[in-house]
């Protein structure tokens, strides 16, 4: 079911660096479409530094959410790690940057609720409170768990159940983390926000307010130069054409570029993706890729990103082995770094294709298409 057609639509919204948030958001997604008519949307919050560790996670194909699309959406379930009896510093960087919703009044009356994976679970409680300071001054109504589903979980083992919210104890004996029980809570409380959104659905309906979910394309207010100095991106020196083309061709407002992984005159990792080259240098190249495009993009939008108005389409084509499926994950490298720089202008259509070859062994080249104000 897409968000159009749902009767109300519900974000999960975490941040995770071993999994088991990740588990406990994908337990109240559960939770929040048992609920009839209700879909559940998953989504992570952007990074403030890349993670260190580089295997390939399953929540690597969980696409970055905005800030401004929290008011799209008709609750929000916040998840993230407990880190020394709070929350995050992915989730408190992308909290921060609420302002303008908050200034707005855009989350008023929103049902929210908070999950947490902990180690301990030292400070567990405290840490889903620091959540709900952040989100009581947003003027959200909290959705707790309170003692919901504790009769069933088995008792013998310590479980994360707290009655602010479902938290899971990742360092605790007796069961694999998060357990039958916590999961069972996290669908529970899922379920329990579904409700309360429905409520606030129906609310919103009767005053005569429209539903937000319709994601509006606004101009970003953050300064796109600012926010690359922000990210440590330097943009690499504009590659110069190697045949019969020119960089980037501008029709309208529409700006057509592509680009190879090259990375000071040479291809950055050649070679057949699966074989010769592994994911992560893939995604290395990738990245790369994108950066060039933006090096161009800069020159067509004559010197400034901030006349960038957004991203339109990228089209990903990726040199691999015969049974190598995995091409979202290597591209979500590009769409991910596009969205952290220009927020919610950098969404894009998407497609991605695997080839047999590609020019001078790059492993990936991207199309992409963007608008100028
Ligand atoms: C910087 C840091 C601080 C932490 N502080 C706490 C803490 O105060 N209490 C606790 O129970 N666990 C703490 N932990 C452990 C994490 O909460 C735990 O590993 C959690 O399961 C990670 O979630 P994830 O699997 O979604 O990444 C901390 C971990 C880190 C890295």
Redesign the pocket.
Known sequence: MNKEQSNICVLVLFN???????KLAKAVAEGIEKFPGATAVLKQVPHVKPRTDKDAKPFDTIPYATADELKDYDGIAFGS?????NMSTDMRNFLDQTIDLWTNHKLEGKPASVFM????????EA?ILSFWNTLAIHGMLLVPTGIMGTGEIDKTIPQGNTAFGTT?L??APGSERPSKGELHIASLQGYALAKAAKGYNLVQASLGKTNNNIVTQETPKIDIEARLKELNITLPETPKPVGNYKLYKISGNLVFINQVALKNGKIEHPGKIGTQVTEEQAKEATKQTLLNILSILKQAAGGDLNNVKQAVQLTGFFYTDDNYTRHAVVMNEASNLLVEIFGESGMHTRATIGAISLPLASSVEIQAIFELK
């Open positions: 995770t660096t071993n999994g088991g948030t990740y790690p407990v880190h020394f009896g994976s902990a180690g301990s679970g030292a400070g567990r840490a899971s990742a360092g």
